[in-house]
């Protein structure tokens, strides 16, 4: 179980969730509140919890009213987040480092379970004045009503959907504040750049059937049918207690009508993709010479190659990975030689996380305050314009410095140069195509959000 730390239950006290249990006449509401306590302590000693569980909650001992406290909804059961976590700390530590204070409250959760919104409520009862996450589409979505009805400053390092733009777009033209920002672009950047890299005219889209799968999945078919292409899709349930397995979704292509003039397969999955792709290069019935295409939710680099002798035998077509990425300078080189795990296996969005965490945490000294509600504007106009800084120490140097000259500050990021439009969406970026061959040697060209390629000396 979670545990529970004494300090949690003295804050939800303190917000006035127990306020609901009104005193009888006469009657302190301190004694009803300690026998509230009492009771629930009991349960835990019951239930098999000791007084050093009690004690050991991830917030025990923060007292957000004294401090800048940031939140994460990033699913520690995913591995697609360690670099995220571990991004938000190096952050923590630069922040530290430079002097300011900030502290890390972390929400644990099965991401596309529906338990996202669960923890949310949790790190608004404890007092967070900010939130980095969620890192999915779908748990973003099930959050953002929440997190815009209570005001509470998010930024995502990696939800994609469209959804989310229309939901901010919705707020911002009935004239209220958005509260939900992300890092990462919409699909509908991703959309056109993927449709273009398909060749042949018989394509193939096999995609999880939830907000991200679909979010990118429409906008991909109209792109390719446009082009003149024929689309045929598969979709499957990617939760835990409906996902039909590898086999089955590589059945459910097998069987569709003249498979064998297959041209090409999209494969807009997540970690599931491995074993699903592997399965279709495996099969007796899809074309050899079929090219794969893959979205940015799985990474072809990350564990799928080498490839066993009979998929060798059905990978002619090669490979062509797409995912939002910065550009491979020098900085983010730095960056990534400072995690725990080989740099060349670092998230291409733990930059973002990093980023998110930082401008948070200017956008609240910026405007002198940790209130959501008065800082929320900041998050526009220390990433834009103004006297480029390229490190926190530096930009909260100029903001702190006890003079209005170099307050109007332009955060740098990691992830590149940051800006908003109205509605929380970042106005460019950059996509990485990555092309691999069936032994997994690959080539890369960076492009705009035009699809346009540009030059990094790298390659």
Known sequence: MRSIGIKTILQVYKKGILNEFKPMKNMKKVNVFGHIVLLILSGLFFSGCSWDDLWSGDDDGVDCGEVFCLGTLLAESESFNRHLREAVELAKEDIKNAGEDIEIISEDFRAGEEEAEASAMRLHEIGVHAVVGPSFSSDAINVFDFISKNKIVTISPSATSPEITKRN????DGREQNYFFRLAPSDLFQAPILAGEITGSNVVVVYRDDAWGQGLFIPVKENLESAGKTVKEVKYS???DEFPGAEK????????DEIENTDSIVALVFSEGKKIIKGLLASDTIPDETKYYVGDGFLLNDGFFPLGDKEKEGAMGGFTNITSSPLPEKRLAEFKERFSDDAESVSSFAAHAYDATVILHLAALAAGSTEPANYVQEIEKVSESGTECYTYATCAAALTDGTETNDDINYQGLSGPIAFNNYGDIKSGFYAVYTYDREGKSSV????????????GTN
């Open 169 to 172: 777009k919705a707020l911002v």
């Open 238 to 240: 990617p939760k835990e």
């Open 249 to 256: 979704v590589v059945e459910m292509v097998e069987m569709l």
């Open 445 to 456: 060209e960076y492009v705009d959000f035009d699809g346009k390629s540009v030059s990094t």
